[in-house]
């Protein structure tokens, strides 16, 4: 999807995607990368609020590009080198006002605080399984319910909003 498509925005074309489709009986959704010329910080986040799996730039090569798709595909996300080392540099700066407003308590089943805190450091669910010592399909449905929980659409949404609450740092190890 790009940003600036005829008749209508691409981000607005990802949320009504998105908010249209329902999961499948396998419980899948519609995944949407973002592919445009704009390096914006502030389309990279609405496009990550509407929904989005991914974030490129056009200058992707096309065997990036192709990685991007079955990486998006299998459920991860990920978003272009260059918005990455900004997202990092803005939530690695230290904020005194930074207050925690997600806590561990909050979630009931056990397993899930760690499986948050593993999603937040970029952990794929084969390497959040591993670490954890659990089969895979127990950290999907971890996943989906912190997902539901937290009201978000995707890992890259939990990812911001681990940084944004402070509940994850940028280069904070995994936690076993």
């Known amino acids: 999807m790009d940003i600036h498509i005829p008749g209508l925005d691409g981000l607005e074309a990802t949320r009504r995607l998105l908010d249209a489709d329902a999961p499948d ?3 899948d959704v519609p995944r949407i990368v973002i592919l445009t010329t704009f390096d ?3 389309y990279v986040y609405a496009a990550l609020q509407a929904g989005a799996s991914g974030f490129l730039l056009k200058d992707v090569s096309a065997d990036h590009l192709i990685a991007a798709v ?3 595909q299998a459920g991860d996300a990920l978003l272009a ?3 990455t080392r900004r997202l990092v540099e803005r939530f690695a700066r230290p904020r005194a006002t930074a207050t925690p407003t997600l806590r561990p308590s909050a979630f009931s089943l056990p397993g899930e ?3 948050l805190g593993h999603v937040a450091r970029g952990m794929s669910n084969a390497e959040i399984a591993e ?3 659990v089969g895979e399909t127990t950290v999907k449905s971890h996943v989906a319910n912190l997902l539901g929980k937290l009201g978000l659409r995707n890992r890259a949404q939990t ?3 681990a940084c944004e ?5 940028a280069g904070d190890p995994p936690t076993l």
């Open 81 to 83: 080198p260059t918005i």
């Open 40 to 42: 914006l910080d502030r």
């Open 159 to 161: 990812v911001v909003l």
């Open 131 to 133: 670490a954890l010592i």
């Open 25 to 27: 009986a396998d419980g």
């Open 165 to 169: 609450t402070g509940l994850v740092r």
């Open 70 to 72: 079955r990486t998006v």
């Open 113 to 115: 605080n760690e499986v």
